[in-house]
Each structure stands twice: as C-alpha cells, then as structure tokens.
C-alpha cells in the first residue's frame, strides 16, 4: 500500500490550494493515514520481535497515541472540551472494541482458536476498570453537587489526574520490570533463521518516529475539515469525537493489531489494544488536564457527559468477560465488534439537538 503515500502530498496541497473543499480534504488525510501506519505496524512488529510482545505492543500504544495526544491539544488551545472528552472515550472504547474485535476475528478466520496470557490480559482489564471508575466518579460529583459543582470539580479532577498518572508509572514498572514475564507472549517462529528480524533497532526507531509524525500532520489536517465535513452530512459532534476521530486516529492500532493476530500473536494483539486503552485513559486524559490549566480558554474537567459514561463501563464489561479465559476466536471478535456497532448507530441517530 506504499503507492497510498501519495495522498500525503495531496492532502497538503488541497489544504493549501483549497481549504473549502472539506470532504476532499477529509477523503486525502484519512487515506493518506493508511500507509503511514502500515509503516508504524511494521516497526512495532520488528522491535517486538527483539524486545518481546509487552515492549512492542507498548511502543505502538505510544507511538499510536501521540496523534490522539496532539489532536485533542489543537482541540483544547480552541476551546473544545466536548471533543476532547469524546476523542478521550472513543479512543478508550475503540481499541477494546473495534481494534480488539477485529483483531480477534482476523485472526479467528485464520487459526481455529488462538492463546493468550490470562494473567496479563486480566491484569490490563483490571486498569481499564480502574480508568472507568476514575471517569465515572467526577461525572457522579458533578450530578451530586448541582450547579456549585465546578469549582469542587476542577480540584477534585487535578487530584485525580495526579493519581491516575501516578499509578500509570507503577503500571509500566509491572509490565515491563517486575512482571514482564507476563506480557511477554509465547509466540516462537517456526524457523527462527528465516523470521529474524532484518531491521536494526535503530531504524525500526527511526520509522516509528518517522511515521509518527506524519500520522500526526495527517490527523491535524483532519480534525480541520472532520467537522465542517460532518455539518454536510448532519453528523453530532459527539459521534464525530467518539466514532469518526477515533476510527481514524487508532488506523495504527488497526494495521498492527490485525497483522500480528493474523499471525497467531494474540499477546503482542492484545497488548496494543489493551495498552493504547489504558494509556489513552491512565495517560493521555490526565495530561490534557493539567495542561489546560496552562493554555486554553479555560481549564479541563473529566466530568463525562452520561452518554458518554455509559459507553465506558458497557466497553470495559464485555472486555473483561471475553479476555479473561486466555483464548480468542472469531466469534469474540464478532461480538465486540457487534457492540461497537450497536453503539454507533445509537449515537448515529441521536438528535443534534440532544446535549449529551
């Protein structure tokens, strides 16, 4: 797919020559992601298969994210903090559902049933139960509170950023230090001569950083022509953060996800989906609200609209259920990607006019 490299240049050209043409410019970035994150996935899987399934798939989370990170800053500089929380909720619900499900079904229409360290993928959904309860609890004050809530609400969501990033680095230290056994996956190739690693650390670096970047030129270009683009077609905002953004945003995640569970390395799979999500939720979320405090028209809350709150804990449900027993197949895959659909289209046709 490198011939796709092609829409980079032109995706650029169009937002210069005519930045009217928004669907058009919408139709060149997104396509012009594709390739660039084909690259990043082939750099992860190089780098895995040197430094182990856990390292790999946490590379590819932060190499993934950083696109995420730098949209929802633009959107932040401009005020947006309704897209930011729902770019923050459609990042963590796309990973364990789309991304997941469609590795899971990739790989089910390949191998029979696939295997993956309980251990490790229970402890990845035990965070993302902690990152739910931390997004749930300021939602809860603020409809607790009433209308004196926001000053009590901006503190009590600096604390709790502090925290969550907080245990996000005890988490990297269980991970990667003292339980790095448990991520590290058991996928042997068949021969080891012929499936060694032909790139050196060093470039496989360089590609990340390389692709990263310009995934990341690619979504700022995006999230400029995403919305007038939608007002054409009558989407919500909400279903713009929450679907549309993070489909597009989490194209690496898609590419290295599917490619490795094609080939039976559901740990390094599961890895990627899981840690894109805890990071997104550990990570990504408190950060933009301690630097809201810094620019911005006014600081960041992670009181989440109830919609949104839902989504959350009906995503982090069904993940724990079908990632618990250490197996995969393509039904599993189809489910999650069934109530990835379902809530779409929920949010599909929910009135414009409906706040939350």
């Known amino acids: 797919m490198n011939w796709l490299l092609l829409f980079v240049p032109v995706a650029v050209v169009l937002e210069l020559v005519v930045p009217e043409r928004h669907v058009l410019i919408l139709a060149a970035s997104s396509i012009g992601i594709v390739p660039l994150a084909g690259w990043l996935g ?26 995420e990170l730098i949209i929802a800053l633009a959107a932040l500089r401009a005020g947006l903090h309704d897209v930011v929380k729902a770019s923050i ?20 229409t390949r191998h029979r049933e696939q295997h993956f360290n309980p251990a490790g ?42 925290v969550l990033l907080l245990v996000y680095l005890l988490y990297l230290a269980f991970t990667l230090v003292t339980h790095s056994a448990l991520f590290s996956g058991t996928y042997v190739p068949e021969d080891a001569a012929e499936h060694a690693p032909v790139w050196s650390v060093r470039r496989a670096v360089v590609v990340l950083a390389i692709a990263t970047f310009g995934i990341a030129w690619m979504s700022e270009i995006l999230v400029g022509a995403i919305e007038p683009a939608a007002q054409e077609f009558g989407l919500t905002k909400v279903f713009i953060g929450v679907f549309v953004v993070a489909i597009v945003g989490n194209a690496a995640e898609h590419t ?9 390395r559901m ?21 933009l609200v301690l630097c809201s405090l810094f620019f911005g028209p006014q600081p960041l809350d992670l009181a989440l609209p109830p919609g949104l709150v839902l989504i959350v804990l009906l995503s982090v449900l069904i993940t724990g259920q079908v990632a618990g027993d250490g197996r995969s197949d ?15 289209l929920t949010f599909f046709f929910m009135p414009s006019t409906t706040t939350h």
């Open 256 to 264: 290295t996800a599917i490619s490795v569970a094609l080939k039976d």
């Open 89 to 108: 909720v459609g990042s963590i619900v796309g990973n364990v559902l789309l991304v997941l499900g469609a590795a899971m079904l990739a790989g089910g």
């Open 42 to 67: 082939q750099a992860t899987e190089q780098l895995a298969e040197r430094l182990g399934e856990g390292v790999g798939g946490l590379l590819n989370a932060t190499f993934g994210n950083a696109a």
């Open 267 to 287: 740990d390094l799979s599961l890895s990627i989906a899981f840690g894109s999500s805890v990071q997104v939720a550990l990570f990504v979320a408190p950060v």
């Open 121 to 162: 993928a229970r402890a990845q959904a035990t965070m993302l139960t902690l990152a739910a309860i931390a997004l749930v609890l300021p939602a809860a004050f603020q409809a607790g509170a009433g209308t004196g809530a926001q000053e009590g609400l901006g503190k009590l969501s600096i604390s709790i950023s502090v």
């Open 330 to 344: 393509w039904l599993k895959g189809v489910q999650l990607l069934a109530v990835y659909l379902v809530l779409g």
